[in-house]
């Protein structure tokens, strides 16, 4: 079996000789990071054992977020700080997508469709949950996470949603709870989402790239209950920090060719797919977001800049439920400590060693 790095290391340099005068300076970028990942080219760290008083050293990670090995921990904080926002009561899941005949446009507009999915996705939600007949509250609470492909690699973007079932309303301070087994209704949520993309898209000044069939079929959107919030965040904390695809889902690489294992929805079996390893490559870099482009969002009360904060919506949501409901113990999975491979002792950080510094560069911790 091999992994990603190796794969790069290996053809790459024949894609980047093919393709490269096309490429997106970021796209090359993404790759030279994951070719020099754990190696001299980023420097090293120094940590002694705390038992034993061994020195070792680590080859330091380059840090970019499309590398599949570099993501790890940042799942882990991402997670452990989710879960400690979690609020009482009942969630829900909202995923927005596009029609397949706009993802070409999508491809070629990155930050302005992507930044559109979430903007018109957003709102939607925002809009709709004023209304009376669902919930009524015009100050509801929910962050997503942009996910741009599906298990074979193929490009698919879309936004999730984790959404508390209810929100706050501006007119009597209150907390005003959905059902529990209903949120938004989807037709609904799906005209009002396209209508709205369109109409970002017209601003713009693009609407005339996209094709004239998207805007008469429907959007699809997915509302589910989803009990208390804790699945689904480690659910979706997988894709945030995730690459197009994991290392062990790499069967085998030779001959020109990468295998992997992948799933299909809703089965349990894994499935094998066999791809040119140029392919393999450029469905990869497919999903490269743009430079600076943030793929999660937190709006409503969830937005740390909000002005109804967080401990007041629990406040809100105990005093409906006249303090009956109590926020869930969860327990987040923690970063483990590293330990003496000699002994297995702790070991304790002491320095980097940053690329071409004769000197470590020490570091309070």
């Known amino acids: ?89 009942h969630h829900f899941m909202a995923t927005f997508t596009v029609p397949e005949q706009l993802r070409p446009f999508i491809r070629s507009h990155l930050k302005d469709g992507y930044g559109g999915i979430f903007k018109a996705s957003s709102d939607t939600l925002k809009k709709l949950s004023q209304d009376e007949k669902y919930i009524g509250g015009d100050r509801p609470g929910f962050f997503g996470v942009l996910h741009t492909g599906g298990r074979t690699m193929q490009y698919h973007p879309h936004v999730h949603y984790v959404i508390p079932g209810g929100a706050v309303s501006s007119d009597d301070g209150l907390w005003h709870p959905s059902r529990t087994d209903f949120y938004l209704p989807v037709k609904a949520l799906s005209k009002v989402y396209k209508a709205k993309f369109r109409d970002i898209m017209i601003r713009k000044g693009l609407f005339d790239q996209i094709p004239a069939e998207v805007w008469s079929i429907d959007w699809n959107v997915n509302v589910q209950a989803v009990g208390n919030a804790e699945n689904t965040i480690k659910y979706l904390s997988r894709y945030i920090f995730q690459a197009a695809i994991s290392d062990y889902r790499i ?51 969830l937005n740390p800049n909000s002005a109804v904060k967080i401990d007041q919506v629990q406040g809100l949501i105990e005093l409906y439920y006249e303090f009956e409901i109590r926020t869930p113990e969860i327990t987040a999975e923690t970063v483990k400590p590293l330990y003496c491979p000699d002994c297995g002792g702790k070991l304790k950080y002491i320095c980097s060693v940053l690329p071409f510094e004769m000197n470590p560069v020490q570091y309070t911790v």
């Open 251 to 301: 069967v085998w690489v030779k001959n020109g060719k990468v295998t992997f294992k992948y799933r299909k929805q809703g089965s349990s079996r894994d499935r094998c797919m066999t791809l040119d390893a140029m392919e393999f490559i450029r469905r990869f870099l497919q999903h490269v977001l743009p430079t600076g482009f943030m793929k999660v969002r937190y709006y409503g009360f």
């Open 1 to 89: 079996m091999s992994d990603i790095q190796d794969i790069f290391v290996e053809y790459a340099p024949a894609y980047l000789d093919r393709f490269g005068d096309k490429m997106p300076e970021n796209h090359k970028k993404v790759i030279s990071d994951i070719i020099a990942c754990r190696t001299q080219a980023f420097g090293k760290t120094v940590y002694e054992c705390t038992e034993c008083g061994a020195i070792h050293h680590f080859y330091r990670s380059c840090g970019n977020r499309h590398c599949p090995g570099c993501q790890h921990m940042k799942a882990l904080e991402w997670n452990e700080r989710q879960l400690e926002r979690v609020l009482p009561g």
